[in-house]
DNA sequence: CGTCTCGTTGAGAGTTTTCAATGTAAGTGG
DNA sequence: CCACTTACATTGAAAACTCTCAACGAGACG
């Protein structure tokens, strides 16, 4: 149940059998069924989760009722409203499971005190957003700068299986294009 | 001169008069005259700099020739292109002063020295970093939602003053419209 | 078998860009 | 300090791109 996570960790800063079992106690399982919420828009979002298995996404719905998608994760993604999270304030984002999914969850309290606890968290969230924040940074340039056709080659690229796994008008708003470009825009590449 | 390196620092952690001293140690001073390079595309981002007066842009240059800027930094910001700094990667950023600036750099060996002096900076980095994730995110998410004429309001709500500072191609370039739109909306809103 | 979800396709509307021209402010060298 | 050049902002018109609305077909699921 854990393995992924600390092999995830273990990517970025190494962990002693100590660190494993005292980060154990921080965490709680959760599984999530297709199109469960694991947090909805309004609420406080009580938990920071690592995807185990399965897949969900992450939205903002807007006045006319679309939904935008801002973070699609699976096995291996952190995933939450990070300001909400950190401040207790309102989540902007809401977050469902886009297949059965397993999670394991962390509270903000438990947050705060694993990294006291095994203070190498510390360095392994600084790293973590650190290269999340360099691929956001590409993601805005992209979303700015390139047509459709260029951020679907970028993404194939990517994420060269994205399309076998998640539902194609969830990619497409992932990328900030409607369903029927995206529909289009692929047409092109076959 | 580190002024405001410790007020920014302790908005979001504490710092004890012997961790300030310890920390002058880690950076080095540099001015940079109006549009004088901090870092080059192709290069490696050797340095982290803080802003202690001046505003800078980063940027890359599409093949066409097009500057798409990512940030515009002015003081209190952190500016470099993280990936490259980090992982000694070749930057993709470009970043020049559109001012005269003032800035305090600290270098990848010593920004991990510092980690490890003055452990606070751990969280300090983490927490910034979190938070810059977050505005990230609403920033990509309003970029692929919203209208030119809703991101204009959106900026100026966020940056009264930024319209009175800084170039207006550049404003517009940061939110990745044409010059020519930029001022088209801006209009409407007179 | 019917319903719902998802992907595709077409046509027209809307938004933004591109290209080009003009005016103005700012910066530079003599 | 002026003349000249360059940088920046504005405006217009046409082109390009993406969206919206609508219709249709295929597959999944109960």
Redesign the pocket.
């Known amino acids: 149940m854990f393995k992924l996570l600390f092999a995830q960790i273990q990517e970025k800063v190494s962990l002693s059998e100590k660190d494993k079992e005292d980060l154990t106690f921080f965490f709680t399982f959760k599984k999530l069924r297709k199109k469960q919420f694991l947090l909805q828009e309004g609420h406080i979002c009580k938990q920071l989760a690592f995807v185990t298995k399965g897949a969900l996404k992450s939205y903002t719905i807007d006045e ?1 009722g ?1 939904e935008h998608i801002s973070l699609l994760g699976w096995e291996g993604w952190w995933i939450s409203d990070f300001r909400s999270f950190i401040y207790s304030e309102d989540a902007i984002l809401s977050i469902d499971a886009i297949e059965d999914t397993e999670l394991l969850l962390i509270t903000r309290q438990d947050y705060e005190a694993m990294m006291f606890k095994v203070p190498v968290m510390e360095r392994y969230f600084r790293i973590l957003y650190q290269n999340s924040l360099a691929t956001k940074d590409r993601r805005l340039i992209s979303s700015n700068t390139y ?3 260029e951020k679907y080659r970028q993404l194939i690229e990517s994420y060269p299986q994205i399309l076998q796994r998640i ?3 969830l990619i497409a708003s992932y990328m ?9 825009v ?2 092109k590449f076959l």
């Open positions: 006319k679309n047509t459709a056709e539902p194609q008008h900030g294009l409607t369903p029927e470009t995206f529909s289009r692929k047409k």
